[in-house]
C-alpha cells in the first residue's frame, strides 16, 4: 500500500513537470506575450458551452447548457437632433399721453397701435417665443385714459402686442397697481382676452401658486415675474399676498425650484428694477442678480431705469459641467414717448437655448436696438418703432428724416459700446438668423 501511494506521489510529480516545463525551459526572449499581440489577440467563444458541475461522489451529476452567442450583440441608440429655440424679450412698453393721442381716430373713436409696431413686427414674430414688460393697466374707458402715472391704456393695445408676436407679457411693475384691485383683475381679463399670457400679477392665491411654464419645440421654460417697488402703492390683507410678486432672492428661489419640480428645463426671470436713467447697474441690481442665478434661475431679464444697461455672462460651477447663466440688466423703452438722449431707445434682446439630449442650456444673447421715431409732419404726429440695422433703412410708412438717420446710427455705437462681447456670446443679432 505504502509502495502504491509513493508511486502515485512520483507520478502526479512528473506529470506536473512535464506540463511545466515549456514555461520552466522556454527561452525569454521567444515566447513572451507583448501587451500588443494580447490587444491583437481573438477570443473565440463556442456557441453552446456544457458545463458538467459534479456535487459529490454519490450524487448524480448535473448538467447545465448556457447559449452564447458567437456574435458580439448589436445595440441600436437613437440619438434625437439638438433642439435650438429664440426668446425675444423687449423692455418698458409705456402708452404715454402722447402715444395714446397719437393712434386715437377721432371719426370712430378707436385707438389704432399697430401702426406703431408694424417696422419691428417681424423681429418679434420670428422668434420661437416673445416677451415684453407691460408697464400699464388697462382700467377700462370709463377711468378715463391716461398715459402718465396713474397709467390707464386702450384695451386694444393688448390685441396689438399680440398681432405684433408677443407671446407674454409680465405685469409685476411699479404701475401694476394704478388702477387698484379691480384694475390689476380687469386687466388680466384683457389679456386672456387677446390671447396674451401673462405673469406677475394673480387674482388668486391658486393663480399664484402655479408656476407658468411653456413648452417651446420641446423645452420647457419657466417664466416668472417680480418687482422691487409699487409707486408706495398697496392693497388689503385679502389679496396683499399674491396679487403682485414682489421682488426678494429667496422667494425667486423657491419659485424657482417648485418650475424645476413641475418640468422646467430653463428658469427666465423678469425683474422690475434698478435706477431709473442709470445706465449702469446699482449695486442692489448686481447683488440681487448674483444671488438668483446662483439659485436656479437661468436668465435675468431686467426693465426699469428707462435706459439700456449693460448684458452680462456669468459662469455658475455645478458638481460636473460649468452653466453659463446672462442678466440684462435693463432692456430700456420699447415704446414710449421719452426723447432724451438714451431713453428714445431700446433693444430686443435674443436669449438663444439648445438641448442636447435630456439636457437644455443657455448658448448666449443677442440684441437687436430699437428706435422710437416721432414725426410731428403729420398730424396727428406719429410714432413708429424702428429696428436698428446698419445698411438697412427700416420699413416704415413715415419718412426717415436726417435727425433720424444720425440717431439711429448714434443709437448703434451707444448700445454697441456697452453690449458687444462676442467672446462671451452676447453680440448682435444677425438679422438673417430669423429669416429677414
Not at 29 to 48: F, K, N, R
Not at 254 to 259: I, K, L, P, S
Amino acid at each position: 500500500m505504502h509502495v502504491r501511494n509513493a508511486l502515485k506521489a512520483v507520478g502526479a510529480a512528473l506529470a506536473v513537470i512535464a506540463l511545466c516545463a515549456p514555461l520552466i525551459f522556454w527561452p525569454a526572449d521567444e515566447g513572451h506575450t507583448t501587451p500588443t499581440e494580447l490587444s491583437q489577440a481573438t477570443v473565440t467563444v463556442p456557441p453552446i458551452a456544457i458545463v458538467p458541475t459534479t456535487l459529490s461522489p454519490n450524487a448524480t451529476t448535473t448538467t447545465t447548457t448556457t447559449q452564447v452567442s458567437a456574435e458580439p450583440p448589436t445595440t441600436t441608440t437613437t440619438t434625437a437632433p439638438p433642439i435650438d429655440i429664440t426668446i425675444a424679450a423687449v423692455g418698458d412698453v409705456l402708452p404715454h399721453t402722447q402715444i395714446v393721442d397719437s393712434v386715437h381716430n377721432l371719426v370712430t373713436g378707436s385707438y389704432d397701435f399697430y401702426p406703431v409696431f408694424a417696422p419691428v413686427a417681424p423681429y418679434l414674430a420670428r422668434a420661437d417665443y416673445a416677451v415684453a414688460n407691460l408697464e400699464t393697466p388697462f382700467g377700462g374707458a370709463d377711468k378715463g385714459y391716461s398715459g402718465d402715472p396713474p397709467f390707464n391704456a386702450p384695451d386694444s393695445l393688448a390685441g396689438t402686442l399680440r398681432d405684433a408676436g408677443i407671446d407674454l407679457v409680465s405685469t409685476a411693475n411699479n404701475h401694476a397697481l394704478d388702477q387698484g384691485w379691480a384694475g390689476l383683475v380687469r386687466t388680466l381679463a384683457v389679456l386672456d382676452a387677446a390671447g396674451l399670457s401673462h405673469v406677475g400679477t394673480y387674482r388668486s392665491s391658486r393663480e399664484r401658486a402655479a408656476p407658468f411654464i411653456v413648452d417651446i419645440k420641446g423645452i420647457k421654460v419657466a417664466f416668472l415675474s417680480y418687482t422691487d417697488w409699487l409707486n408706495g402703492l398697496s392693497l388689503d390683507n385679502e389679496h396683499a399676498a399674491y396679487a403682485v410678486n414682489t421682488l426678494d432672492a429667496d422667494v425667486v428661489a423657491q419659485d424657482a425650484a417648485v418650475a424645476r419640480m413641475w418640468g422646467a428645463e430653463v428658469v427666465i426671470a423678469l425683474l422690475h428694477y434698478g435706477v431709473e436713467y442709470e445706465r449702469l447697474p446699482s449695486d442692489k441690481q448686481v447683488a440681487i442678480s448674483n444671488d438668483i442665478l446662483s439659485r436656479g434661475v437661468d436668465v435675468i431679464l431686467g426693465s426699469h431705469p428707462h435706459v439700456v444697461q449693460p448684458i452680462e455672462h456669468v459662469f455658475e460651477y455645478g458638481t460636473w459641467r460649468v452653466n453659463d447663466k446672462y442678466v440684462a440688466y435693463s432692456l430700456g423703452n420699447f415704446l414710449s414717448s421719452q426723447r432724451e438722449r438714451y431713453r428714445d431707445s431700446g433693444l430686443i434682446a435674443y436669449v438663444h437655448i439648445t438641448k442636447k439630449g435630456q439636457l437644455a442650456f443657455v448658448t448666449g444673447v443677442s440684441y437687436l436696438p430699437v428706435y422710437v421715431q416721432l414725426s410731428s409732419a403729420q398730424s396727428p404726429v406719429r410714432y413708429r418703432i424702428l429696428p436698428v440695422v446698419p445698411g438697412r433703412d427700416p420699413d416704415t410708412d413715415t419718412p426717415l428724416t436726417q435727425l433720424d438717420q444720425d440717431r439711429m446710427a448714434a443709437v448703434w455705437e451707444e448700445l454697441r459700446s456697452v453690449l458687444y462681447r462676442p467672446d462671451e456670446n452676447i453680440r448682435n443679432l444677425d438679422p438673417a438668423e430669423l429669416g429677414l
